[in-house]
């Protein structure tokens, strides 16, 4: 960003590409967006709530309230009635938008002081009748909080290790996490998308992690 803060991390995690959005602020690490080149993506509202969820079949687009205001399908991909995606593009902030025309085609754009930036995070993911999801994580409530705790702790120590590194603020307030933490992060948020837990909850984990 323009103000020197990390906006947007692409990052290999074993056999995918991961993009993240973060948010344009000097303390946190408050994540925006998370695309998979698996097919799995999720963005954010500002307060944390889940914007759009899209995975291999299709998405959702959620209103502040929760509400599921529009959902589709990607085309021969999903059994049923076919429900066609209408183009959607979003802000993320002032710098940072979203354009979903398609599964292979989900931009990621960048402006700022007249020069813009440009991802392609969409994938064309094959599903068979052979093939089978993943299975969902099944930890329970505890373990997602304590994996959640651990990575704050962690991102704490980090910010100790940079205050003692870096006295002044203005230095240690600029530096990023590590990937590795970055990652962790993401991973969390993921396994609350795929756990059985109360809506409640998964906003408690992801404001641990993000805090």
Known sequence: YPSGHLAIIV????DQLICIVQEDEPRTTRIRALFQSDGRSTCYYPNGDEWINMS????????????RVRRWMWPNLSPGPRIPLSPIFISLN?????????????FISFL??????????GTKVQVSAASQLPPPARLGENELLLLAFRVRILQLFDRMRGCLNFPSSEQWNKMQPPTY??????????????????DELRSSVRAIVNA
Do not use: P, W
Request: glycine fraction near 8%; include cysteine; charge should be positive.
């Open 181 to 198: 933490l970055m990652t962790q992060a993401v991973k969390i948020l993921e396994l609350c998308m795929a756990a059985d837990i109360s």
């Open 56 to 67: 291999i079949q299709g998405g959702q687009y959620l209103d502040q309230a929760g509400n």
């Open 11 to 14: 990052t290999r995690a074993r």
């Open 112 to 121: 700022a002081m007249g020069r813009q930036a440009k991802f392609n995070m």
């Open 94 to 106: 002032r710098h940072v938008g979203v354009r979903i025309l398609a599964q292979d085609k989900i």
